[in-house]
C-alpha cells in the first residue's frame, strides 16, 4: 500500500506503491478504459460516456492504512481521467468541444480535490505514448492529489515569488511578455500563448499559458476555456505534424496549490515535454541529466519553435 | 462570444468502493 518516505539529502518526497508493480501492462484483447456496459469487466461499466473520472485502481498516493508508522501518511488520492470512449482517438485528435468539456472537468477537479483539507497541490498530467512508460493507450490522463507541494511546482513558485516580492510583477506574465512577440512563438491568440522556453530542457517543450495572471484553471472565463482548448489541439497537433505520427509527450500542469498558503505569484500553465529529439532519434535522461541534474539539449529552442510554429499554422481552427 | 456551457456530472459507487464521475456539458439555449 501507498506510503510516502522523505530523503533528508535530497529534501525531496518518495512514494512507494509497490502494488502498481502488477498494474495492466499494454494489454492487447482488452481496454480497461472502454465502456463496457452496466455490469461490464471494464474500468467504465457504461454503455458510453463524454468524459469520465474515476479513483485509479493502482494509486501511487491512497488511503493512510499505516497508522503509527514514521512515514507521512499519503492520505491523498489519484484519478484517471478518460477523454473519450473512441479507444483510437488521442487529445490531438479530440473534437474541440470535448476538448472543452476536458477543461471544465479538470477545474471541478481541481476544485473539489483541492478543497480537501490533505490535498496540498492537485497536479494534473498526462502521459502519451510508451516511450513516456504509458501503460492503456486509451487516450487519458490522471490527476494526483498530492499532500506537498511538488519539487518542481515549488521551485517555480519559490522563484516567482521572489520576482513578485522584488518588482511587484509575476514572473510568468513576464516571461509571456518577454516572448510575446519573439522567435520562439509556437502559437498565440487573444488570450492563450505558447512558446518553446528559452531554457528548454527537452528539445521540442513548450509551454502553453494563459495570458491573463490566473492561479489555477478554475478561474479562467469561458472565452478562455474555448482559446485554452483550441491551443491544446494547436500544440498537440503541431507535434503530431511536425513528427508525421502521433507523437508522445509528458502534459503537466502548473497551477497555485491548495494548502492555505496564499499563492499570490501562482500563475496556471501547461508544459509538454515530447521525448523525441528528433523524428528517429529519442532524448535519454543519462548521466548529466540524472546524475547531475543538468539537461543538455542537442536542439536550439528558436529552431525548434520555427518548427512548431509552421506546423501549428496548418492547425484548423473549429471553434463554434 | 459562445454560449456558456454548464457542466453536468453523475456519481456512481464501482463495486470495489472507489467512485466514477460522468461528466457532460448540459444542453443550452441559444441567447
Redesign the interface.
Given at each position: 500500500m501507498p506510503e510516502l518516505r522523505f530523503d533528508p539529502l535530497r529534501k525531496e518526497w518518495v512514494a512507494y506503491a509497490t502494488e502498481r508493480n502488477d498494474r495492466t501492462f499494454l494489454p492487447t484483447d482488452f481496454c480497461p478504459l472502454c465502456p463496457s456496459g452496466h455490469g461490464g469487466a471494464s474500468?467504465?461499466?457504461?454503455d458510453t460516456?463524454?468524459?469520465?473520472?474515476?479513483?485509479n485502481?493502482f494509486p501511487a498516493f491512497g488511503p493512510d492504512r499505516h497508522d503509527g508508522r514514521p512515514v507521512r501518511p499519503a492520505t491523498t488520492g489519484c484519478e484517471v481521467v478518460v477523454y473519450t470512449p473512441e479507444h483510437e482517438l488521442t487529445l490531438a485528435r479530440l473534437p474541440l468541444?470535448r476538448v472543452?468539456?476536458l477543461v471544465?472537468?479538470w477545474a471541478?477537479r481541481y476544485r473539489e480535490l483541492g478543497s480537501r483539507r490533505e490535498v496540498g497541490y492537485v497536479y494534473i498530467f498526462e502521459n502519451k505514448g510508451e516511450e513516456v512508460g504509458v501503460t492503456l493507450h486509451h487516450p487519458h490522463g490522471q490527476i494526483y492529489a498530492m499532500p506537498f507541494i511538488p519539487p518542481f511546482a515549488k521551485a517555480e513558485l519559490d522563484a516567482s515569488r521572489e520576482h513578485l516580492d522584488r518588482s511587484g510583477e509575476c514572473l510568468h506574465c513576464a516571461e509571456i511578455a518577454a516572448e510575446a512577440s519573439g522567435p520562439r512563438v509556437v502559437l498565440s491568440d487573444s488570450s492563450t500563448l505558447a512558446f518553446v522556453p528559452r531554457s528548454a530542457r527537452w528539445p521540442y517543450e513548450v509551454h502553453l499559458y494563459p495570458r491573463r495572471h490566473v492561479a489555477s484553471i478554475a478561474d479562467l472565463d469561458?472565452?478562455e476555456?474555448?482559446d485554452l482548448a483550441q491551443a491544446l489541439l494547436g500544440v498537440t497537433g503541431a507535434y503530431d505534424r511536425q513528427f508525421g505520427f502521433s507523437t508522445p509527450y509528458v502534459m503537466a500542469v502548473h497551477q497555485a496549490p491548495t494548502d492555505d498558503g496564499e499563492w499570490p505569484q501562482a500563475h496556471l500553465h501547461f508544459e509538454f515535454y515530447p521525448p523525441h529529439r528528433r523524428g528517429d532519434r529519442l532524448k535519454y535522461l543519462a548521466g548529466v541529466e540524472l546524475g547531475a541534474g543538468t539537461f543538455v539539449n542537442d536542439t536550439r529552442p528558436e529552431d525548434t519553435a520555427a518548427q512548431l510554429r509552421d506546423a501549428a499554422a496548418l492547425q484548423p481552427s473549429n471553434?463554434? | 462570444m459562445p454560449r456558456p456551457k454548464k457542466l453536468s456530472r453523475k456519481e456512481i459507487a464501482l463495486p470495489d468502493g472507489r467512485y466514477l464521475i460522468a461528466y457532460g456539458h448540459m444542453a443550452t439555449e441559444d441567447a
Open positions: 474500468e467504465v461499466p457504461l460516456f463524454e468524459v469520465v473520472v474515476f479513483e485502481r468541444e472543452r468539456l471544465d472537468v471541478d469561458e472565452a476555456r474555448w471553434r463554434p | -
